[in-house]
């Protein structure tokens, strides 16, 4: 984002907040994230903006922002690192040009099965708090939290249960190499498309595939245009929620005590949640297309996709340097999923 577009944006944002308005003498904060209203990132930034604004009686106000309100991915998380914004949801793949080694949770199969084993992984992992939070510190960013989003679900026009089965398949994946390399890992053809882009390329068999969590397929209606739903329990969506660092280091100690106890609420919070939010959207897809299949794979169907892309992660290592094999090795012994 050039300094001009963020010049722009900034005012942009401060004519938002000058037509909204702020409580009497109260303390605003901004708090954008990537997902539309009602979406799981909108439930965490809702439920963060209650609980401050009681644990403050008022003294804080939290001003929420959803997707394209204040610009691209990109841009929120450039916001938060010049302080026009205080907090801000950004995914690894968008952080990724901030901080490399964040990658790594692109890496299949490296949570979890467990939701209990991922929400203390994620909630309090030495490896993540006091290893990777000090390269976003290094860009400005302090990281607060990491959650995940739900289960990343295959929407393709055949049944797909083994690697051989992907094949001919166009997968629909974002321009990361890593996403690539996986879905090639995996047996299919991965296609880089647009966003924009999806539902017609579904639709016109431009692409035959693509993944998102249910939550998401439900609201972009990718289900309108799919067969399958497939649950291969290679990836989560995980988030960040990141703060501006100088932001947060001049808050008091008794701020940071309150965003210590939002946190540790909003760490149960936010996996109730996202696993309400993804079942009821699984409900309304079969009302609304009672036809689709939907696929779980069982252990040893998990495992043969696991095994396809056994040398992703080798690879993250090799394109990334850094301390990347070291954050990768001590995330997988947390997660307790060696290979």
């Known amino acids: 984002m050039s300094l001009n577009k963020l010049f722009k944006a900034t005012l942009s944002a401060a004519a938002i907040f000058a037509v909204a308005g702020t ?8 708090f954008a994230h990537e997902e539309s209203p009602g979406d799981v990132q909108d439930l965490y930034a809702q439920e963060f903006k209650r609980l401050v604004e009681e644990k403050t009686n008022g003294d804080v106000t ?10 691209t991915e990109n841009d929120i998380t450039e916001l938060t690192t010049a302080g026009a914004v205080q907090f801000s949801n950004a995914s690894p793949g968008h952080l990724g040009t901030f901080v490399p080694e964040i990658q790594v949770f692109g890496v299949p199969y490296l949570l979890s099965q467990d939701n209990e084993v991922n929400k203390e992984v994620l909630s309090g992992s030495p490896t993540i708090y006091d290893g990777l939070s000090k390269d976003f510190e290094s860009k400005g960013l302090k990281l607060y939290t990491m959650y995940p989003e739900g289960e990343m679900v295959w929407t393709t026009k055949k049944k797909v249960t083994q690697p051989s089965e992907f094949d001919g398949v166009k997968f629909r994946v974002m321009t990361s190499p890593i996403l690539i390399e996986s879905y090639e890992s995996f047996g299919a053809d991965p296609v880089a498309l ?10 016109t068999s431009v692409i035959d595939a693509q993944v998102n969590p249910i939550f998401f397929i439900e609201s972009a209606k990718f289900y309108e245009v799919t067969d ?27 701020r940071k005590e309150m965003l210590k106890e939002v946190k540790a609420e ?15 959207a699984l409900d309304r897809i079969k009302k609304a297309k009672p ?23 080798d690879s993250l290592v090799s394109e990334v340097g850094g301390d990347t ?13 060696e290979m």
């Open 266 to 280: 909003l760490d149960d919070f936010i996996y109730e949640a996202q696993e309400k939010a993804n079942a009821e």
């Open 62 to 71: 939290v001003t929420v922002y959803t997707y394209g309100q204040l610009g």
């Open 325 to 337: 094999e070291e954050v990768l090795n001590a995330l997988r012994k947390e997660f307790g999923t």
């Open 23 to 30: 409580a009497a003498q109260a303390e605003e904060w901004k």
């Open 291 to 313: 036809g689709i299949e939907v696929i779980k794979l069982d252990d040893e169907q998990r495992a043969a996709f696991k095994k396809a892309s056994a040398g992703i992660g």
């Open 194 to 203: 647009p966003w924009g882009e999806v539902y017609s390329g579904l639709q």
């Open 228 to 254: 399958y739903l497939i649950y291969a329990g290679q990836q989560q969506y995980t988030t960040t929620v990141v703060s501006n660092a100088a932001f947060y280091d001049g808050l008091s100690d008794e």
